[in-house]
């Protein structure tokens, strides 16, 4: 399948993913004969990415780390306590189509396993105790939490792995922090962007509005190098942005809009 059709059917299947929390087959082969590719092409995209689902997902997707750093940690009580809280094994749905749980290889933030994800927002240093307060703030809603207190999230510093100039515009302030700010280009258009600089949040700022999908070119603003690497996104597979901590380490994010994906290596 052509790239450009390959990126229409992921954007298609992501509206789908959004509505229905799944891929429901009915629609698949609307989508297939309506779009003239093949059921098979579908399949192989939505099975590729583990953004989509095949089976009905409930509302709220928790991820717990299985990987090694976080298995020394001490991950997998708190995987028990998951599965004893929610009353489903890893890989299921409450009956109440509240939560699906699953174990994942690694969410790229060793160094503050173990960790558990919950629709997109990293809890760090999980300890079994702390589950229940996990899912009881899912069920309020995330955008309430008390970002001042919640050690899920916390502000980073970062440079161009260029040229090492900092990122950091300290004249404009996203939740409340320096903004990280960063050139993109995409469709022959080219802006600013800014990032919020807290670890865990989403926030951002945009010169020009992309769609759903679309992937941007990121750039310094100081010496204009491509802000690219060869790690790929754990969530969607595409390049990574690297940008390199002050404190060391680096965090990556991933230039595809509506993706979450990141990695904070320190
Ligand atoms: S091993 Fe858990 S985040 Fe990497």
């Not at 749980?101 to 790229?108: A, M, P, Q, S």
Request: hydrophobic share 35%; charged share 20%; with cysteine.
């Amino acid at each position: 399948m052509a790239a450009k059709h390959n990126n229409l059917l992921i954007a298609i299947l992501e509206e789908i993913q959004k509505h229905y929390n799944y891929l429901p087959e009915k629609i698949l082969r609307e989508i297939s004969d309506q779009l003239k590719i093949p059921l098979r092409d579908i399949y192989g995209v939505a099975t590729f990415y583990k953004a989509f689902s095949l089976k009905p997902r409930g509302k709220h997707l928790l991820s717990a780390c299985l990987g090694t750093a976080c298995h020394v940690r001490g991950t997998k009580s708190v995987v028990v306590e998951i599965e004893k809280q929610l009353g489903i094994k890893s890989g299921e749905t409450t009956t109440d189509n509240e939560f699906t749980f699953e174990t994942v290889n690694c969410l790229g933030a060793c160094a503050l396993g173990p960790i558990v994800v919950v629709d997109g927002n990293y809890f760090t240093s999980v300890k079994k105790q702390m589950v229940k307060q996990v899912i009881d703030q899912t069920l309020k809603g995330h955008d309430l939490t008390d970002i001042e207190n919640d050690k899920r999230i916390f502000p980073l510093s970062v440079n161009c792995p260029q040229c090492n100039h900092t990122l950091m515009d300290n004249t404009h302030t996203l939740d409340g922090y320096p903004s990280i700010r960063v050139t993109i280009s995409f469709n022959g258009l080219h802006g600013w962007h800014r990032l919020s600089s807290l670890y865990g949040s989403y926030m951002y700022e945009s010169e020009h509005q992309r769609s759903l999908g679309s992937i941007a070119n990121y750039f310094c603003p100081h010496c204009h190098s491509e802000l690219s690497g060869s790690v790929k996104c754990p969530e969607c597979s595409t390049s990574m942005i690297p940008m390199i901590i002050n404190s060391g380490g680096v965090v990556q994010v991933c230039p595809k809009r509506g993706c979450k994906g990141h990695i904070l290596d320190i």
